[in-house]
């Protein structure tokens, strides 16, 4: 043991003595000439991001102070190496400064700079709307130029093209402080009480939408360093589809009473409620609040595949959605009209099931659509654009258009105040004025021999006079009303207090 400990200090001092040679030769050699002629030699410390704003002024981009230092191949740089970093970094320090040329080092802002090596404040960027704006998750910074303005610092060469060693360099901005850039929808307040509530969910999104406008105010994927913008991604669905049956079913004036005895058998298959739970008589306004599978079914094969698909394509199901530019959502993926003919695949689609998918901002345009008397407006995440000295001009609003009669939307809207106040919906009340769906998808995905199920509400409030448009999803998840529901509430009784 005492060999190995005398080995390994002696290890130590050549690299020490080696370190301390290699600095001296740098310092004091002539590695890096003086040349009466010379030119310049650059180097970036930052390229500024475009500037993204939040509807009421927040920076969502170089929102934050970081720290560079400027190295340069001279004794005072050298002599202050070691305050600033870590042992096991210096050999690679030096093997880069030898080289000739400056170096642009990060440093911890504890660390700060020393007597010769002194901090240069730069931007980086850091908010609770990460994934929407982020390149690595094709967030909006995709679409946009890659910087807007750069700071760098400009150092004298000799004619062999080697950094004069007594400069030290002259500080250069270009456009580095523009406030060009984007002022989104969302609202910072609205941003943050989603953000907190949605806290507790591993995996999921939610997004919130105001009625009256189409504007985005807030919008949340789950986990924070997930690489999908899970909002404009497409899931199975459920139950919450069945709000695009009961839509269509009221524009054709059809109302079946049923009698639910918890199962149906279509062809030689057999359709069951949550539970097979036996829900006896109902009518349409019973079937959404107890979330009825099987009055559904025998609705949706009532309605057809025609008027079905006619209905959800007038409510966007077949669209996209612009959010910027070429940044385009696909809205939905609804089964062919061939694979229909099924008796089975119509079945499935009358509950959400089957081949369809679509995205939690398509279910919140669909929700807007219903609170807003039948007339949608075009979800818009862009509220204007802003030059270089901060001035703002506002994008044109793209007409709305009337989707389902105001007649259809406001009955549906009062069965939907239903399924909170007397159906499988109530944690989501709040002042007994919410109102919305409740949804348990079957994923098709397994884990550990258990289907993963994805879970949904889809709601407004208040319902008296809506100004909101909330989904909540949740990913790997027990049900709707369980996980669901109670974000919902908090998340409104926050909004009622802004």
């Not at 475009?50 to 002024?57: E, K, L, Q």
């Not at 040329?101 to 700079?113: A, I, M, R």
């Not at 009337?402 to 939307?409: E, H, K, S």
């Not at 990913?475 to 009622?496: D, N, Q």
């Amino acid at each position: 043991m005492r060999k190995r400990t005398i080995i390994l200090f002696f290890c130590f001092l050549f690299s020490l003595a080696s370190l301390t040679g290699r600095v001296g030769y740098l310092a004091l050699g002539d590695a890096v000439k003086v040349s009466d002629s010379f030119h310049s030699y650059s180097v970036i410390l930052d390229k500024k991001e475009p500037n993204i704003y939040t509807a009421d002024g927040k920076l969502l981009t170089n929102n934050e102070k970081a720290y560079c230092v400027v190295l340069r191949a001279n004794e005072k740089t050298f002599s202050e190496l070691s305050e600033l970093f870590p042992q096991n970094e210096l050999m690679d320090i030096v093997r880069e400064l030898e080289k000739g040329f400056p170096l642009v080092k990060t440093v911890e802002k504890s660390s700060y700079g020393t007597d010769y090596l002194k901090p240069i404040a730069v931007t980086r960027s850091d908010s609770t709307c990460s994934q929407l704006i982020n390149r690595s998750s094709s967030g909006l910074l995709m679409y946009l130029p890659e910087s807007v303005g750069t700071l760098k610092m400009n150092f004298s060469q000799d004619a062999l093209g080697r950094v004069l060693p007594g400069d030290d360099g002259r500080l250069i901005e270009s456009d580095y402080h523009s406030h060009e850039g984007l002022k989104l929808t969302v609202d910072s307040r609205v941003q943050s009480i989603l953000y907190d509530e949605m806290k507790a969910v591993k995996k999921g999104c939610a997004v919130i939408i105001d009625v009256e406008s189409g504007a985005v105010l807030a919008c949340v994927t789950k986990p924070d360093d997930s690489y999908v913008n899970k909002v404009f991604s497409q899931f199975a669905v459920g139950s919450v589809f069945k709000t695009v049956v009961a839509a269509c079913a009221i524009e054709n004036g059809i109302d079946p009473s049923f009698d639910c005895n918890g199962h149906i058998r279509v062809g030689d298959t057999i359709f069951s409620c949550y539970e097979d739970k036996a829900h006896g008589k109902q009518h349409l306004k019973e079937a959404l609040g107890n979330s009825c599978n099987c009055y559904f079914v025998n609705l949706g094969l009532q309605l057809g595949a025609d008027r079905l698909l006619s209905t959800a394509k007038r409510l966007g199901f077949d669209s996209t959605t612009t959010l910027f530019d070429e940044w385009k959502v696909t809205n939905a993926v609804l089964p062919d009209e061939s694979a229909l003919y099924s008796k089975g695949e119509l079945s499935l689609l009358s509950f959400g099931q089957g081949k369809l998918t679509a995205t939690p901002l398509q279910f919140c345009y669909l929700m807007t659509a219903i609170a807003n008397h039948g007339y949608a407006h075009p979800i818009r995440l862009i509220e204007a654009e802003v030059d270089s000295e901060g001035k703002a001009s506002p994008v044109a609003e793209s007409d709305g258009k009337q989707v389902i009669t105001a007649d259809t939307a406001d009955l549906l809207l009062s069965y939907l105040r239903y399924v909170v106040s007397d159906g499988n919906a109530g944690s989501a009340d709040f002042h007994d004025n919410a109102a919305g769906k409740t949804a348990t998808a079957q994923t098709g995905q397994f884990q550990n021999g258990d289907e993963l199920l994805n879970c949904w509400f889809t709601g407004v409030y208040p319902y008296d006079d809506p100004q909101y448009a909330i989904v909540i999803m949740v990913e790997e998840g027990e049900g709707g009303a369980k996980e669901c529901c109670p974000i919902f509430r908090t998340v409104v009784e926050k909004l009622e207090q802004l």
